[in-house]
Structures are given as C-alpha cells and as structure tokens.
C-alpha cells in the first residue's frame, strides 16, 4: 500500500502543484502557511474536489488521472479522512457514526456496530458510545472522528489539522494519543497542519507546502537544521539567509561576509539560531569571527529569554536573558555591536 | 385577527349545534382534512428531491426552474385551476393520454383535489426546504461520501435528518395551504359534495345563500386547523 | 364647448358624491349612476349602459357584476350603489327585506335555461332525458345560486335524474367547462350560451319553461345619486333597452 500523487489544481489567482508519495505505514505531513494549498491538496486526494491534472496512484490503482478521463467517486476510493472540526453527524451517537462507514460499504447492521464499538474501546471511548458528538469533549469527538475513519479500513487516511481544534492541554494529550493510533494504521497517513509541532511529532516526514509549490521535504530532523525557505526558517526559529560560498566564507547580498567553519563553494544557505548572537554595547576584542553593529528594532518576550529584532548589514534576531538586557540597556533604537562564533552557523548548499 | 375576531363575534351560537350536524359538513371537513395531508404527502415525494436538485446541483436553466417553482404562488389560483385542466383535463395535453391509456381522468374526482392543492401548495415545501439545505452544512455529506456512502444513502442517512425541521416546517405550511385551497380546487376538480366538495368551497357556496351556514363552516375549518397546527408546532418545532 | 362639458361633469360628479339625498345640479340626471347587476347581464347591461349614456349626457354609469347573492349582501353591508339589477326574485327579496330597496322591485327581462353542448353537438343530446346517461357528463349550477335552483326545477318537471360530475359556483363556471371540454353538456341561460358566441350551441327544451328565472330591478335606498338611480330603473324597460336584451336572449316579461 503506497500513495504516488501530483496534484494539480488551479483556481484564479492560485496554483496547486505539489507532488506528494507516501510508503506504507509512513506518516507525511504537509506543512505550509495559511493558504498555501494544503487542505486543497488533502481534498484533491479524498476526491471531493477534481484534479485539473497529474494523478493519484493508490496501491498501484489510477484513482485520478484527469488526462486520461479517470475520476474515481469519494465513496469507491476507501481513503479516511479526519476533518478539521471532525464533521461527526449530530443527530447520531457516537457509536452510530462509527459504524455509517461499514454499514455505507455493505456490512450488516450488527458487524457494523460491532465493529464499531470494537474501534472506540480501542480509542478508549467505550462508555461514550452512546452519546451525541454534542455530548463530548473537543478530544473525544477528534477521537470518535478518528475511529470513524479508521472503522472503513482505508488503504490512505488522511488529516485535515487534527489538533488545531483543541485547546493547549488536550492537545499535549490527544497528540501522544494520536501518534499511538497512527501507528496501527497499516496503510500511508497524510497529515496537514500549519503547527510544526504537531508535524514533527506526528510524521515521519515532512513536505513543505508554499503557495502551491513544494518547497522542501525531509524528515524533521534534516527540515529543522538545514531550513530553505524564511517560512520553514521562522518555523523552527533560526536566522536564515542565501548567499554564495567561497572557502569557508559566504557572502550574503549587500556584501556582508559570513565566516563559517566549514569548506564550501557556490550558491548556498547559511543558518543560525537567535541564541548564538550575542550583543555588547562596545565592540569586542577576541575570538569571534562575525561582529558587526547593529540598531535594536523591536524586542519580546520569547520563552524564558528576550528575542531581539536586529537591524543593519543584515537584519538577524538575537535571544540575551533579561538580566544582559538590563544590562545593556536595550530599547528599541540603542546601537549595539553584534558577534556570531563561526562554529554556530551552519552552511549548505542552496 | 380582526377578521377573526368578527367571525367569533358574528356567529350564531344558538343554532351552533344543530348546523354543526349539518349533512355535508362532516363530510367536506374529513374530505379537506384528506385531500390537504395527502396533497403535502405529494409535496414531500416531489418536493423534497427538487429542492435538493435546485440546492445541490448545477444544470443548465437552474434559475428558470427555481422560478418556475414560485410560479403557483404568484398566479392567481383560478389561473392556476385553468392551466392544470389544460395539461390534465380531458382535452389536456397529458389528460387525454392518461385516459386513452389507464382509462385515468383527474377532473371532477378527489384526486384532482389532491392535484389542485399539491400545485399551489407545493413553492411553500419546495422554498422551505431548498432554503434548510442551503443553510445545512455540505461538508457533512462530503464526510458521508468519504465514509462509502454514495448519493441516496448520504441523502437519506445523513442531510435528511439535518434538515428535518426545515422539512417539517415546509410540511406544515405545505398542508395550511393546501387547507384552505378555493380557487385551483374549484376550476379543476369542480364541487361536489362528498367527491370535490371541500370546506372551503362549502364556505363559498353557502355563503350564496345563508351567511350564518357560511360562518360556521368558516369556524369549524378555522378550529380544527388551528389546533392541528397547534399540535403538530409543540410536537416538531418545538423538539427541533 | 368640451372644457365646459368637463367642468360640468366633475361638478356633478363632486354633488353625486354628496349626503346622497340633494338631487344633482340642474335639476336634471347627473353624475355617476352605480349599478351592481347579475353576472349574466354583464353584455347586455354594458350597451344598455352605453344607450343610457347617450340619452343623457354628462351622466357616467359604472357597472359592478359579480353573483347576484353576492352582491345582495354587499348591499346589505352598506355598498355604495344606485342600482340593483338581480338574476332572481329570491335573491332581490333578501334587499327588500333588509330594507335597502327605494320602492318595489320591477321585473324587466326573463331568462331560460338551455342544455348547452359543444359546438355541433357530437353526442347528438336533444332532450334533459339523454342527461341521464352515465357516460354523459353534465355540469350544473350548485343549488345554492339561481341557475342550480332554476336546473333542479327543470329536471324535476322532466321527471329526469341527473348526477352531476360537478356543481359549480355560478353559470359563467358552468359555462367554462363545457368550453375547456371537460364536460359533454351543462345546463345554463340561453343568454350565457349565445353569449358564448360560436364554441357552444343551446338546446332549447320544453321543460325550461317551468323554471323561468325573473330579473328584477330596483333602485336602492340609500343611493348617492336617486335620479340617476331611478332614470336607470325606468330606462331599462324602455324598448330601446328591451331590444339590445332580447337581443342577448332574453325574454321580455
């Protein structure tokens, strides 16, 4: 069971054409800003709206192929799929709208049923069978949404934001909960959220979406390092920026040179955490390689530390603690010297 | 409310009973009652799939259908009772064909009642529910669909019981105004009591010749609808 | 010469409009006569009314027909009206009695009933007898208005029993069904099937004569313009008027 997907979808003003693969048992999650296409894609794939070209593949079956006249029907494509605010049909308890999947596909009412509470015991929702969606908490309709997909036995399961309905605490536990029940489902599992958090729990790899394009894949570890676009860098908070490499120097756009330790040339990224700047109020003598001046922007909280929005040769943000920055007195257009230890950044190939 | 309250005032409560059992009056009151709740049974079976149509679908002409529809309820219903005799009557476009062939003729006969007051009362169900499944969510039925669940059991399954109020409450009106249905009725299924006689043909005719028969019969179609309607809003709206 | 007309006629038409019991200026008929006549009079009163017109200038009439019961107890509800013209005794009795007649009732034409049928007739129907036949169907007036009482006379005295497939509200919805082809025959006014033009030929039948339906007139009590009101009354049985009715079919009484 694999996914093998170009989906091609164009509406005025916008293009989709992202190309999208899944392995069996893989969880991919599609992770991009606010309309970049990523619940279109998701509704391409589930067949509620029609490719204008590309295909879907699913388990070696051409579910889509607009050039070729080929259109499956939602209900013959056996993908399940967990809507945003899970969609469970009001006027059905929860038992009900578990078992509509395999009662839809011809089972009788009693296995449908059975099946059904077989797959709430399993999400641990046993003794809520009973009640309306209305009845239950934000995590147990995600939870019943959830058996509701599954209780089709799909060959793909897709997520529409499976979290982004949940307040703070509830999501901590529904997300642990959601990874365990990910991992049963044999099939491919394609998860669209906006939340990073939630894509590099939950997914094994991730497949940046930007304004229709695929801008980036890899699993978390490699997207988190080594970011591409400003959108994956501000993600994951680093200070991002192209330049091109020569030795261990890479020269950005307005001539600033960056050293860094490791050997390269041509066109490529630099990265570095807000954490490896440091500011002084008068320039430093000594070991780091990168100082230069620059004028406090704006400054926030941003966990335990200050985040600094920094303007000058290049426009970089710097975490000190709130004691260096009553210390150095900062406050938005007070002039400070800024370094970056060579080891802290990090280059590769753009 | 006025003109209510002149009809309570203006009856003749004195000789209330013995008009009450009146012979015709029972008669056109259950053949009213009859014809109203079969024509709104009409209504649903026609009603409900073609506002699904016009709420679901796109097809060509749409907004000439959905014009169409309200179409009985701007024509005066006379007009109305003419344009049914000139399709089903015995010279009608289809009238003649369902004679020739099942032997079918529908003026004069109960079931032209029926007809009469599915065509005018049928905008009042049709807009009703057209406007429950525009305001229904689609998303639940795109759920439904992604669950196996192809068009007809989505329907009855899923956007049925959605929009069940707004069914019933087109029902309801559906059946007020097949209720009180004159115009169509008498230029179509003619008067004939026992057969095509309802309330308010009665109503009229005997209003040519005794105003307190004419009260009553207007008061005892007033009563028993009221109340019908009475039961059915605690029972239905009230839930929903 | 035509201004002047005009000035005289909104004139009299502002004193017709009056308390009702000052005769119009110049001691002649004036202003606006309103009658409320029978829906079978509605051709004959309006050349009736035009011949009227025309004897007396400067007068309007303005016509209101509709079913004479009706119309009965829209005057009876206090209808502004001059004249009322009824298709039966029965039905005029119903204004006496309440008191709104200025004077006796006249009556001024007579009607009778014909077996109306298509256009040449196809199921050869020559007699209220054929009406009994099961695969004839035949519409009546309901019993209620004059046309029904003045068919179930007719049938009685033919000693024929007839099952109708309707009963309809007046002679002019009887009439409407014979011509949509719904109905084989339909017993109504002979003025109603020459009305009718050519879609409808009337059988004349002896039994007719035993339900001869009298039109009464009568000025009314509480009319806005009394002369004109009694100008009309008197006009209606001057041969002149006579004639454009017996032209619609009617009998002289």
């Known amino acids: 069971m694999s996914l093998d997907a170009r989906i091609v979808v164009r509406r005025p003003g916008f293009v989709l054409d992202a190309e999208l693969a899944a392995e069996p048992g893989e969880v991919v999650a599609l992770l991009g800003p606010n309309g970049a296409g990523k619940t279109t894609a998701l509704r391409a794939l589930a067949g509620l709206i029609a490719l204008d070209d590309g295909y879907v593949t699913l388990d070696g079956h051409r579910l889509d192929d607009p050039a070729a006249g080929v259109f499956t029907a939602p209900e ?169 490499a020569d030795a261990g120097a890479v020269r950005l756009p307005g001539d600033f040179v960056l050293t860094t330790a490791t050997e390269r040339s041509g066109d490529a990224f630099v990265a570095f955490p807000p954490a490896a700047v440091a500011l002084y109020a008068d320039r430093p003598d000594g070991s780091p390689r990168n100082t230069w001046p620059a004028t406090v922007a704006a400054m926030a909280r941003h966990g335990d530390a200050l985040r600094v929005e920094l303007t000058g040769p290049i426009a970089v943000a710097a975490d000190v603690t709130p004691a260096a920055a009553v210390q150095l007195g900062l406050e938005p257009g007070r002039r400070v010297w800024a370094t970056l230890k060579a080891t802290e950044v990090t280059s590769y190939p753009a | 409310m006025l ?25 056109a009151l259950r053949l009213s009652l009859l014809t109203a709740t079969l024509a ?78 599915a065509f005018v009362a049928m905008p009042f169900l049709v807009i009703s529910v057209e406007g429950a499944l525009r305001g229904a969510d689609a998303r639940y039925e795109e759920a439904a669909a992604t669950l196996g669940a192809g068009r007809w059991t989505t329907f009855r399954r899923v956007t049925l019981p959605l929009i069940a109020p707004g069914v019933a409450a087109g029902a309801v009106l559906c059946w007020a105004r097949a209720l009180g249905e004159f115009g169509a009725t008498i230029t179509f299924a003619g008067n004939f009591p026992g057969r095509t006689q309802t309330m308010p043909l009665a109503v009229y005719l005997a209003l040519e010749q005794d105003l307190d028969a004419a009260i009553v019969l207007s008061l005892v179609l007033l009563v028993v609808s009221v109340a019908i309607l009475a039961g059915l809003r605690d029972r239905w709206l009230g839930a929903a | 010469m035509r201004v002047r007309a005009f000035v005289l006629a909104v004139v009299l038409a502002v004193a017709g409009c009056g308390d009702g019991g000052d005769p119009p200026a110049a001691g002649g008929v004036g202003g606006t006569v309103t009658v409320l006549a029978a829906a079978s009079l509605t051709e004959s009163f309006g ?118 497939v309707t009963q309809e509200q007046d002679v002019r919805a009887a009439l409407a069904k014979l011509k949509l082809g719904e109905v084989d025959a339909a017993l109504i006014y002979r003025t109603d099937a020459r009305a009718a033009g050519g879609d409808v030929d009337g059988v004349e039948f002896p039994e007719s004569a035993s339900a001869v339906n009298d039109y009464p007139v009568v000025a009314l009590k509480k009319a806005p313009n009394p002369s004109g009101a009694g100008a009309f009354v008197t006009f209606v049985r001057t041969p002149q008027a006579q004639q454009v009715l017996a032209d619609a079919g009617f009998q002289r009484p």
Request: proline share 7%; glycine share 10%; net charge positive.
């Open chain 2, 3 to 27: 003109p209510l309250l002149g009809l309570l005032i203006r009856a003749p409560w004195q000789t209330l009973p013995q008009r009450l059992t009146a012979p015709g009056v029972l008669a």
């Open chain 2, 40 to 117: 709104t049974v009409v209504c649903l079976l026609l009603g409900v799939p073609l506002a699904w149509l016009l709420a679901r679908t796109t097809f060509p002409g749409r907004g000439f259908v959905r014009a169409l529809v309200t179409v009985p309820l701007v024509l005066p219903p006379v007009v109305g009772g003419v344009a049914l005799l000139l399709v089903f009557g015995r010279r009608g476009l289809a009238g003649e064909w369902l004679d020739a062939t099942f032997g079918l003729t529908l003026p004069f006969t109960t079931a032209g009642v029926v007809v009469a007051e």
């Open chain 1, 76 to 244: 013959h494509r056996r993908i399940g799929v967990v809507f945003q605010d899970y969609l469970l049909f009001p006027h059905l308890s929860a038992l009900e709208n578990v078992a509509f999947g395999p009662r839809s596909r011809g089972s009788s009412r009693a296995d449908s049923r059975a099946r059904a509470a077989d797959l709430l015991a399993r999400v641990g929702l046993a003794e809520h069978a009973r009640r309306k969606p209305r009845e239950l908490s934000g995590g147990q309709a995600q939870r019943v949404a959830l058996a509701r997909a599954l209780a089709t036995e799909p060959r793909l399961l897709l997520l529409d934001e499976p979290l982004a309905a949940l307040d703070a605490r509830t999501r901590l536990e529904t997300r642990a909960r959601l990874r365990g029940h990910l991992g049963t489902h044999a099939g491919p599992t394609v998860l669209v959220t906006h939340d990073p958090l939630d894509a590099m729990m939950l997914a094994d790899r991730l497949v940046i979406l930007e304004e229709g394009r695929v801008v980036q894949t890899g699993d978390a570890a490699t997207v988190t390092s080594r970011p591409r676009t400003d959108y994956v860098a501000r993600l994951v908070g680093l200070n991002l920026y192209r330049g091109r």
């Open chain 3, 47 to 164: 050349r009736v009314g035009t011949l009227f017109e025309q004897q007396h200038p400067g007068v309007k009439v303005t016509f209101s027909f509709g079913g004479s019961s009706g119309l009965a107890q829209q005057i009876t509800a206090g209808a502004p009206a001059d004249v009322f013209a009824a298709a039966s005794p029965a039905t005029m009795k119903t204004v006496v009695d309440a008191g709104d007649s200025a004077g006796e009732p006249v009556t001024f034409a007579r009607n009778q009933l014909v077996l109306a049928v298509p256009k040449g007739n196809p199921k050869g129907l020559t007699s209220l007898a054929a009406l009994a036949k099961p695969e004839v169907k035949v519409a009546l007036c309901a019993a209620q208005v004059p046309c029904g009482a003045a068919a179930a006379k007719a049938l009685t005295a033919a000693g024929v029993k007839v099952t109708p």
